[in-house]
């Protein structure tokens, strides 16, 4: 690793734990005027608001904008549904996407990293972002799913689109969120009609793939309609790869920052998984979860009216000193690592076995290729609006081969 006097720059990340921090002074539960919502900072509120989907609902479909091209997208993407519903959909998903197929994913998962590395075999500097951390989960779920990876390019103008978060500030509020929603409904019109025509050929000619599968599944008889695979296909597609993309950012902006880290992950790789549930809970990419509540509620004393947005915030409950020793000091070896970065309840991350499979391996093979791993330059670095994701846009890397 590189050290010089840019790594002790104020990062927006850093920003973000000040803030993380300073809210647990208003622990448990405040109300912010300017967001228009209660806003849960610790860990038990958090944990006790996803666990309770009768009461803090998950469905904003009376408050989002209700153009066609919405209604499409939300009928498949059960993270926006409540139970029933959301169980139906969860269940019939959850046929196709096994921890079978996905613990089958290993070996391939290897080849795409080793085929991105090889891509940059002869360069001591590259953008960590366009070289691995975009590329290899957006082709692993395209694979999965039967969609031509060779189209990544476009999901990535479509991710840029859906989560830049341009429109947004850094506490957005209701308004900000009906501009933005309608901003990227082009967007979501534009995948919606990619992804139907990608069913429709699946339903001509059903492959190996997850779609195919997800037409054939059935509970109680009953199958998806093709508009609700197209949500779920959507919602995997993007959400399945952001997400990803910065856990393996944050992983090196984070093991860069903490001296010590690579070198005691080199002596010891068998570290690495607990190392990256630290990086999870040090840095979630969705850092802040809304809800909406269904009926008068008291939480942690607090009395909320029925019909109030809540946010609960992970990323502050996740540095809560009753739920973690030393909060603020980011420990690769922590254990146990209770972290909510991946949520809690029903709708618990769908492809978190997934995420975590790809970091595991893409972490490894950074490490036996390279005996330096550094950030040159935290002012070449660029990153994501934190209200919507937190992580890395571009991450130029330095490096020294073995
Ligand atoms: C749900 C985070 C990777 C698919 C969630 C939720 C969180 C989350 C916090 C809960 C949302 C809520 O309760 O409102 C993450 C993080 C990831 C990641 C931090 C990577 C580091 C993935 C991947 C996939 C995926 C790789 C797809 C293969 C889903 C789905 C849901 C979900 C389908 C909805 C589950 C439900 O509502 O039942 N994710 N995710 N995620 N995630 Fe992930």
Redesign the pocket.
């Known amino acids: 690793m590189t050290g010089n006097a840019s790594k002790e720059a104020h990062l927006p990340f850093d920003a973000l734990s000040d803030r993380w921090k300073s809210l647990r002074a208003r622990r448990p539960i405040h109300y912010d005027e300017r967001q228009g919502a209660w806003q849960a900072v610790d860990y038990r509120s958090v944990s006790a608001i996803?666990a309770d989907p009768a009461t803090y609902s998950?469905d904003f479909s009376s408050v989002g904008p209700t153009q066609e091209d919405f209604e499409v997208f939300r009928k498949g993407?059960?993270?926006?549904?409540d139970p029933p519903e959301?169980r139906e959909?969860?269940t019939l998903?959850s046929q196709a996407?096994t921890p079978r197929v996905?613990n089958g994913l290993g070996p391939r998962i290897e080849t795409v990293c080793g085929r991105l590395l090889d891509d940059v075999a002869d360069r001591d500097r590259f953008d960590l972002v366009d070289s691995l951390a975009y590329p290899l989960?957006i082709i692993v779920?395209a694979e999965?799913l039967g969609i031509p990876a060779s189209d990544h390019t476009l999901f990535q103008e479509w991710a840029a689109t859906l989560f830049g978060g341009d429109e947004l500030g850094e506490a957005p509020g209701m308004d900000d969120l009906e501009r933005a929603l309608n901003a990227i409904a082009p967007t979501v019109r534009e995948m919606n009609g990619y992804v139907l025509d990608h069913i429709r050929r699946c339903r001509e000619r059903p492959g190996d793939d997850l779609t195919s599968k997800l037409l054939a599944a059935e509970v109680d008889g009953v199958r998806l309609e093709d508009q609700e695979i197209v949500g779920?296909v959507a919602?995997?597609l993007v959400?399945?790869?952001i997400?990803?993309t910065?856990?393996l950012g944050n992983a090196v902006v984070t093991f860069d920052r903490h001296p010590g880290t690579l070198s005691a992950l080199r002596a010891d790789p068998d570290l690495l998984p607990d190392a990256v549930e630290e990086v999870?809970r040090w840095l979630?990419?969705?850092a802040e979860?809304?809800?909406r509540t269904t009926r008068d509620v008291v939480i942690g004393e607090q009395e909320i009216p029925a019909g109030s947005m809540v946010v609960?915030h992970?990323g502050a409950a996740n540095r809560d000193p009753e739920r973690f020793g030393a909060p603020d000091v980011f420990d690769p070896a922590r254990r146990p690592n209770p972290h909510?970065?991946?949520?809690?309840?029903?709708?618990?991350?769908?492809?978190?076995p997934?995420?975590?499979l790809?970091?595991r391996i893409a972490l490894r093979m950074l490490l036996e290729r390279f005996s330096g791993l550094g950030v040159p330059a935290y002012a070449d670095v660029t990153f994501q609006n934190p209200a919507v994701i937190v992580g890395v846009r571009h991450l130029p890397v330095d490096v020294t081969r073995r």
Not at 77 to 81: A, Q
Not at 340 to 352: E, P, Q
């Open positions: 996803l998950s993407n059960f993270v926006g549904m959301h959909l969860r998903v996407f996905v989960p779920i999965l779920f919602l995997l959400a399945g790869h997400t990803t910065a856990l999870l979630p990419p969705f979860l809304g809800r609960a992970l909510l970065t991946f949520g809690h309840g029903i709708h618990f991350c769908f492809g978190a997934l995420a975590r790809e970091a």
